[in-house]
């Protein structure tokens, strides 16, 4: 079977999650693109930690008051980062499908591997909120559930990967395999991130052999 993608999900109209509401007029969109821009710079400054709403509107040259109308507060703003980190790997990862014509299920686990390290090298932010908190805590509901109320982080992302692959992830026990496949390549991108500022080269490697080889056997009939 071969892949049959979706059509690029835009950023710029991607659901936020975190959003209170989501801003029609064009220079409410310009402010809200740049309070989210301001909040993936300063991720990078001062880590999640240090990310103060104040901070964000002013490096934003927003006013406070304005944050406030789009987001709930500091989680709400990472929420939509986070969501808008998604439909950016998602265009990517539909763009290199794309490109690459019609690519089985190796070759499309490669082309995620590749979009994600790509990102984490050079989108800002994402080395501390790609699709949640990069070192949240097990017990931290919130963060984990940044993307749906209902679904944690990796499970919400296995989802919409499904959905780009089409045809390939077809079968209902594709559901639970992605899932799977999403834990293990989190946790070793993440052990490649620590060990190295723009990801080891080995540990980028085995991550996609180890999911290459995991999803190569279609998995079993299992309820998706």
């Known amino acids: 079977m071969t892949a049959q993608p979706s059509a690029p999900v835009s950023a710029s109209r991607a659901p936020a999650a975190g959003a209170r509401r989501r801003p029609v007029q064009q220079r409410s969109q310009e402010r809200y693109e740049?309070?989210?821009?301001?909040?993936?710079?300063?991720?990078?400054?001062v880590g999640p930690?240090?990310?103060?709403?104040?901070?964000?509107?002013?490096?934003?040259?927003?006013p406070i008051g304005t944050l406030y109308q789009f987001?709930?507060?500091?989680?709400?703003?990472?929420?939509?980062?986070?969501?808008r980190n998604l439909a950016v790997f998602l265009d990517g990862l539909a763009r290199?499908?794309?490109?690459?014509?019609?690519?089985?299920?190796?070759?499309?686990?490669?082309?995620?591997?590749?979009?994600?390290?790509?990102?984490?090298?050079?989108?800002?932010?994402?080395?501390?909120?790609?699709?949640?908190?990069?070192?949240a805590l097990p017990s931290s509901v919130e963060d984990l559930h940044m993307l749906d109320a209902e679904l944690d982080?990796?499970?919400?992302?296995?989802?919409?990967?499904?959905?780009?692959?089409g045809e390939?992830?077809?079968?209902?026990?594709?559901?639970?395999?992605?899932?799977?496949?999403?834990?293990?390549?989190?946790?070793?991108?993440?052990?490649?991130?620590?060990?190295?500022?723009?990801g080891d080269p080995q540990l980028i490697a085995e991550c996609k052999r180890l999911v290459r080889s995991y999803l190569a056997t279609p998995p079993a009939e299992l309820a998706g």
């Open 34 to 45: 740049r309070l989210l821009d301001a909040c993936a710079g300063l991720l990078d400054a």
């Open 49 to 62: 930690g240090g990310l103060t709403t104040k901070e964000v509107a002013q490096r934003a040259e927003v």
């Open 71 to 83: 987001f709930s507060g500091k989680d709400g703003l990472l929420a939509a980062l986070a969501e």
């Open 96 to 135: 290199r499908v794309d490109a690459a014509g019609r690519p089985g299920v190796a070759e499309f686990t490669d082309l995620a591997v590749e979009e994600f390290v790509a990102m984490k090298r050079t989108l800002p932010g994402f080395g501390h909120l790609d699709f949640g908190l990069v070192d």
């Open 153 to 165: 982080n990796n499970a919400a992302v296995a989802l919409r990967l499904r959905t780009i692959g």
């Open 168 to 198: 390939l992830f077809s079968a209902p026990g594709y559901a639970l395999a992605l899932r799977v496949a999403m834990e293990c390549a989190d946790a070793v991108l993440k052990l490649a991130f620590r060990a190295a500022p723009d």
